[in-house]
């Protein structure tokens, strides 16, 4: 083959600049969220040279995703590149690639672009939505695991109100119109909440001619309250609040399948709907069933007291993808565990480095909170229990400073400010090509 | 089929509801741009009923599409909503639905989403790229005319980095960090430029253990020289500046064709490179071709001097699409010809409307500017010819002025000055997927 270019310069291997430290123990941390971030930062001050991998470049806040799918913040007002975040860590790398497996026997993690060894192994790729084996739902419902997954809903949602526009067939406009969330966890009743106010305060300037009012926002939910992790007083709280905002929330409802007409319902029932996000439960990654190792509940990978594998004690798990137990019972899978279990794991192979004995996680609940929507929120921290205007503060206190990044902080902070002195949303553009926000097939094809 | 929900209330027919005066005569507005923005917006003060059609819900400010591609400005800074553009004028209405085709003869818009009647018409549906027939590299070049696209050449530059990062073989790594721009008018040189600044002055902080030094930014150019429509003196010192940046700018070369391999110039002579990013020609939208009306050069519709198309008065067309002449000649593809198009023609419909003779357009040249990166630019102003900082300040203001939004102002204006000052941009996210940003198969599969 002809080469009309200056040949490449001759050079080392590459793999072995971007390892300034190659003698010292290889420690790889799996996944860039809350617990892996964390855990390479820390291992950043120890003596082993780490690889960080995640098939994103960036982290996502993930307590905000349901703000992206409604339009009130920006895909890179909650994610950050990771290159920037460790970029004062000499002794860390970072690498997108997606990872297929783990072959604990041989020490190495198998990847999309690559296999690459280790003396010590952070398992931290978080969760996906699981749906319990309905799947016909899972092949019909939106997820609001990821940024990308957000913005798939925000899509959908401004697309169903563009096509209810051109839409003269009432019940097809109907459906369009209709907004089922499967699930009253804090993600069903947070994106519940503010896809209502988006319907209620905003979508009416833009669409001045159409009759909002047959929106609906449909809250399903299979037990007989929101919230299940909190206070009874709390719950009910929530429950009120959100249905005064004009959630329709039902309670005692379980969901059986999905088609292309409607979402049908246990014991019979159905909602047409050309709209049906899954908040209904999670369970670890992928990855976690990929590797030979034992599993929990929601196929989250069993540990020790000390977060290692059961006979690997040169591998770690943590946050939503193990399950770590406190009196019998698994953690929640909340930011806070994955951050504390981070800070464990790797103490813990600070320890194990030097031939210390290993610490058993102790997980502090530093409390928890949830919104439903503008000005309304409630909160639950050790014994004080906050709701409504109060409650909200707090929630916006504690989530603009925990937001990585300076900027982001600033435009977080303007945005929101914006949105609530205004009433408006900062901007709502339906991304991804022509085809992107195309709702499914309507429902009632043939009269 | 059983309907467990409440019977939708019966309503009139929705498009009548959306439309206040359906008495009076209907413009249907094909396109969002420039011109059909600044039509639609003038029309809204006349005595009809006005459709705006475009195949996305934002407006998209395109001079600023390549700080998207390289990362210094996020969507949202340089796209605004329609809705809210036209949110006071009555008797504006706006869908999204891509617009097939016109027949003439029924005065009849046919869409993505359904058939609409018009009795006047303005087409203003813009541009396209322009390959020139030469199919392999449509089919592997990536271009720059929206936002889905300057998101994708965005995702695919830094997943190259990332992807270069993991090769340890020199060759391929080579081919991973070339970028070549084919096209040296104002779209090639503000890109290449931008990226140049971005891989000397931004990714080394990202990539500590790269040598960045191989990443090459090739610009190649078939005539002898830049910016074709600039004096000599300008296109002359973008030309220095460019090379002093250290774009390697490639004058007479033209290109032949486009493998997984490389991309191989008329003449002999190749470039492995992953990433070929064509700004060499635009024609006019697709929807020229599919319209039964003579064509002039580039595709763009041929148009009485009133803008009219010949035999049907009640059809204009403007700006990139159409083909309107001075002196003989096409008068260029920019915004200003767009929006002193949009003026014309809402004038010359007014005019028909009560009775008036239509007046020719006249295009006033208010002139032409590009920028080379950080601190230059050449504008050329009347008579008034400036180059280096100064250039880059009137540059830099008359943009801000001229975006849509006062919130998108600011947002641009602390990105900007973000930049300018700290020499970062904001966020680099590679957003779509886990492959949305895969480079495409490596050069030099086998040995």
């Given at each position: 083959m002809v080469d009309s270019e200056a040949a490449p310069p001759e050079q080392p291997a590459h793999m072995a600049a971007q390892v300034p430290h190659a003698d010292l123990p290889h420690v790889i941390v799996v996944g860039a969220g809350f617990g892996g971030l964390a855990a390479a930062r820390r291992l950043g001050r120890l003596p082993v040279q780490v690889t960080l991998i995640d098939r994103h470049n960036y982290h996502t806040f993930t307590p905000l995703l349901y703000q992206v799918a409604t339009a009130g913040l920006e895909p890179e007002e909650i994610a950050h590149p990771v290159r920037p975040i460790l970029r004062d860590l000499r002794n860390v790398r970072f690498r997108v690639a997606e990872v297929s497996s783990v072959d604990l026997a041989a020490r190495r993690v198998l990847t999309s672009d690559g296999e690459l060894d280790y003396e010590y192994l952070v398992l931290a790729a978080g969760s996906a939505s699981n749906f319990f084996g309905l799947h016909s739902i899972e092949a019909g419902a939106l997820g609001l695991k990821d940024v990308?997954?957000?913005?798939?809903?925000?899509?959908?949602?401004?697309?169903?109100?563009?096509?209810?526009?051109?839409?003269?067939?009432?019940?097809?406009?109907?459906?369009?119109?209709?907004?089922?969330v499967v699930g009253g966890g804090p993600t069903g009743v947070e994106f519940a909440g503010a896809l209502r106010e988006l319907i209620d305060?905003?979508?009416?300037?833009?669409?001045?001619?159409?009759?909002?009012?047959?929106?609906?926002?449909?809250?399903?939910?299979?037990?007989?309250?929101?919230?299940?992790?909190?206070?009874?007083?709390?719950?009910?709280?929530?429950?009120?609040?959100?249905?005064?905002?004009?959630?329709?929330?039902?309670?005692?409802?379980?969901?059986?399948?999905?088609?292309?007409?409607?979402?049908?319902?246990?014991?019979?029932?159905?909602?047409?709907?050309?709209?049906?996000?899954?908040?209904?439960?999670?369970?670890?990654?992928?990855?976690?069933?990929?590797?030979?190792?034992?599993?929990?509940?929601?196929?989250?990978?069993?540990?020790?007291?000390?977060?290692?594998?059961?006979?690997?004690?040169?591998?770690?798990?943590?946050?939503?993808?193990?399950?770590?137990?406190?009196?019998?019972?698994?953690?929640?899978?909340?930011?806070?565990?994955?951050?504390?279990?981070?800070?464990?794991?790797?103490?813990?192979?600070?320890?194990?480095?030097?031939?210390?004995?290993?610490?058993?996680?102790?997980?502090?609940?530093?409390?928890?909170?949830?919104?439903?929507?503008?000005?309304?929120?409630?909160?639950?921290?050790?014994?004080?229990?906050?709701?409504?205007?109060?409650a909200w503060l707090i929630w916006l206190g504690l989530h603009i400073v925990t937001l990585i990044g300076f900027r982001n902080r600033?435009?977080?902070?303007?945005?929101?400010?914006?949105?609530?002195?205004?009433?408006?949303?900062?901007?709502?553009?339906?991304?991804?090509?022509?085809?992107?926000?195309?709702?499914?097939?309507?429902?009632?094809?043939?009269?």
């Open positions: 990308d997954q957000a913005l798939t809903v925000r899509n959908r949602i401004l697309g169903c109100f563009e096509a209810a526009a051109w839409e003269a067939d009432a019940t097809r406009r109907h459906a369009l119109l209709t907004f089922v305060h905003v979508l009416p300037h833009d669409f001045p001619g159409m009759d909002l009012s047959e929106s609906r926002v449909i809250l399903v939910e299979a037990t007989d309250g929101l919230l299940a992790p909190f206070a009874p007083r709390l719950r009910n709280s929530a429950l009120q609040t959100l249905r005064a905002k004009g959630v329709d929330v039902r309670l005692n409802t379980a969901v059986d399948r999905l088609d292309g007409e409607a979402l049908y319902l246990k014991g019979g029932g159905q909602i047409e709907a050309a709209t049906v996000m899954w908040a209904a439960g999670v369970r670890a990654a992928d990855l976690a069933q990929a590797i030979a190792a034992p599993r929990g509940r929601s196929g989250r990978l069993l540990v020790e007291p000390t977060l290692q594998l059961p006979g690997h004690p040169e591998v770690f798990a943590i946050g939503d993808m193990a399950g770590a137990e406190e009196n019998g019972a698994q953690l929640p899978m909340l930011a806070q565990v994955a951050l504390q279990g981070a800070e464990c794991a790797v103490a813990n192979i600070a320890r194990s480095l030097s031939g210390q004995p290993l610490l058993p996680f102790r997980y502090r609940n530093k409390g928890i909170m949830a919104t439903i929507g503008r000005n309304a929120a409630v909160a639950q921290i050790g014994p004080f229990k906050f709701t409504g205007f109060l600033v435009f977080v902070l303007i945005n929101w400010m914006w949105n609530y002195f205004s009433y408006d949303r900062a901007v709502r553009l339906i991304l991804g090509g022509a085809n992107a926000a195309d709702p499914p097939a309507p429902p009632h094809e043939s009269p």
